[in-house]
């Protein structure tokens, strides 16, 4: 399964821009899609990812702390795409942002896949 983000950029503080990644290959199912960035110097670190439901429960959403009420992130699930919206951007938010997914391909196996990381830059 292979994932391919667009969207990062140059933005000044308090701007905006939105990623989005689509997952193509033999996908049965998507388990989880979201976003992680890794800061010059940093780890890794979750910004936020959507869990599909099962028949007895809705779709779920985590942020990382420092995103809430700043970040949206929304999944297309037809089209296996996930997008995040970024707003009122800050420097500390400048890092390179990895896609990723989970789930089950059509041969019944597992997978967990990442992008090919985008580049966000939040100059002050």
């Known amino acids: 399964v292979q994932l391919q983000a667009f969207g990062g950029g140059l933005v000044q503080a308090g701007g905006y821009l939105r990623l989005s990644c689509a997952a193509s290959?033999?996908?049965?199912?998507?388990?989880?899609m979201g976003w992680y960035r890794q800061a010059p110097g940093k780890q890794r670190e979750l910004v936020a990812v959507?869990?599909?439901?099962?028949?007895?429960?809705?779709?779920?959403?985590m942020y990382a702390d420092s995103v809430k009420g700043r970040f949206t992130i929304s999944r297309d699930n037809a089209k296996d795409t996930v997008y995040l919206q970024m707003n009122s951007l800050k420097p500390e938010d400048t890092a390179v942002y990895y896609c990723?997914?989970?789930?089950?391909?059509?041969?019944?196996?597992?997978?967990?896949?990442w992008g090919q990381g985008t580049l966000v830059t939040v100059s002050s």
């Open positions: 290959g033999s996908i049965l199912r998507v388990n989880a």
């Open positions: 990723y997914a989970g789930g089950l391909t059509t041969s019944w196996r597992g997978f967990a896949s």
């Open positions: 959507r869990t599909t439901g099962t028949m007895l429960t809705d779709d779920s959403t």
